[in-house]
């Protein structure tokens, strides 16, 4: 049985899960934006693309997406929506909502997206949040700074990683900085920072089940790399220890409060320094960003793109998915913004190595080894090296670029 997948991802990114899904015997079409025309999209898997010339997620760009897809499907039918990249979660939700399409909703898919509803639900499931607030009565926000302590972050609640948050340290300076905000406050929410190590747990869904799952530890916080220029560097979390099984704990129950029934997702969690207690911080329905998708196929064995593809397909075929073999390796990954405009990797030369990035202006590694101990070494002699010979910092932006 073929059917049509709708493929949305206003970036380029997700060619392992297009040729998947095409493998699968499906047509499957492309939604992206107009900027990426030109990117080597793998077109061979691709049946057509579509383009949107503003791909923002406004209320009156939905409705000029809602009109052009209305007009694709009078001559096409599509079965299944699937969005790549985390800004397209709500256009495929609103495409499922509108054309009845089965998949996640609006309200579910808030969860993956909305970063104050993600907080809300998961406090209210009971599991451990830094204490927030939304940025909607002058009231309610004067009595949260008086009850809290500071430092505290002030974050959009619809933006991706590290993306227009700011560290504010006092009662003044917090709501001067929420007057700033202006008329877009309602847009943002804030919640006390606490201190502590990073960890992502990247996985696998289907029928409510995690079926996959690997944790990592960022050795530098998506955080301290946007602001503070430094080098992004995660690792593999030691396989059966306490930090691994709480990590684990913690991800299904909050798949379980957001209603997670099939997907990839990448969630981000907080070890706190003062209490060793971990929190959550957020998650989303789809693949980790920035490699992270290699790193965990190097650890592990799966490609979570492909998988993905294959859950995706089997959900929608009523088909039984089986998860590949899964293989129990420490990987670890480390990437900088360079000087040189192709920089040349060479001096890095340990057997370790089992990736290599190869983008402009960009020099980053994946390592592979039995032992995390060799892991972390290597990151940390990479971390030297790079830091001296290839590093660039650029100023954090208040608004993601594309």
């Known amino acids: 049985m073929s059917l049509t997948f709708l493929c949305i991802t206003c970036y380029f990114k997700g060619g392992d899960f297009l040729r998947a899904c095409k493998e699968a015997g499906n047509t499957v079409y492309l939604l992206t934006a107009k900027r990426t025309e030109g990117k080597a999209w793998p077109h061979e898997s691709i049946d057509e693309i579509f383009y949107l010339e503003d791909d923002s ?121 929420i007057h700033s905000l202006g008329e877009e406050r309602h847009l943002f929410l804030i919640e006390q920072f606490k201190p502590g190590a990073v960890y992502h747990v990247d996985a696998l869904t289907l029928g409510g089940k995690v079926l996959f799952q690997r944790s990592s530890e960022y050795l530098n916080t998506p955080f301290e790399v946007a602001h503070g220029g430094g080098i992004f560097r995660s690792v593999t979390v030691e396989f059966n220890s306490k930090d691994a099984k709480a990590l684990k704990k913690m991800n299904e129950q909050v798949l379980k409060a957001f209603n997670m029934n099939y997907s990839a997702s990448h969630t981000e969690v907080i070890k706190c320094h003062e209490d060793g207690e971990f929190y959550f911080l957020e998650t989303a329905s789809r693949v980790g960003g920035a490699h992270l998708a290699e790193m965990v196929e190097m650890s592990s064995g799966i490609n979570l793109w492909k998988e993905w593809a294959k859950v995706e397909n089997a959900l929608a075929k009523g088909e039984s998915y089986t998860l590949p073999d899964v293989r129990d390796d420490y990987s670890g990954i480390i990437i900088s913004l360079a000087r040189q405009q192709w920089p040349d990797s060479s001096p890095f030369n340990d057997p370790e190595i089992v990736w290599r990035m190869n983008e402009e202006y960009h020099v980053g590694l994946i390592v592979q080894s039995t032992s995390r101990a060799r892991v972390l070494e290597l990151m940390e002699k990479y971390a030297q090296m790079i830091q001296h010979d290839y590093h660039a910092s650029a100023p954090a932006q208040d608004k993601p670029t594309h």
């Open 57 to 177: 997620n406004s209320l009156s760009n939905f409705e000029n997406m809602i009109k052009g897809m209305a007009y694709v499907m009078r001559t096409r039918k599509i079965d299944r929506v699937v969005a790549l990249d985390d800004f397209d979660v709500e256009k495929a939700a609103t495409v499922r909502e509108h054309f009845r399409i089965p998949g996640m909703g609006q309200t579910t898919a808030r969860y993956f997206r909305d970063k104050l509803a993600m907080r809300v639900q998961a406090r209210d499931a009971g599991i451990k949040v830094p204490v927030f607030s939304a940025l909607f009565n002058d009231v309610e926000i004067t009595d949260y700074l008086r009850a809290s302590t500071p430092p505290w972050v002030i974050k959009p609640r619809a933006e991706a990683s590290a993306a227009g948050i700011k560290k504010v340290y006092s009662f003044d300076e917090a709501w001067q900085t």
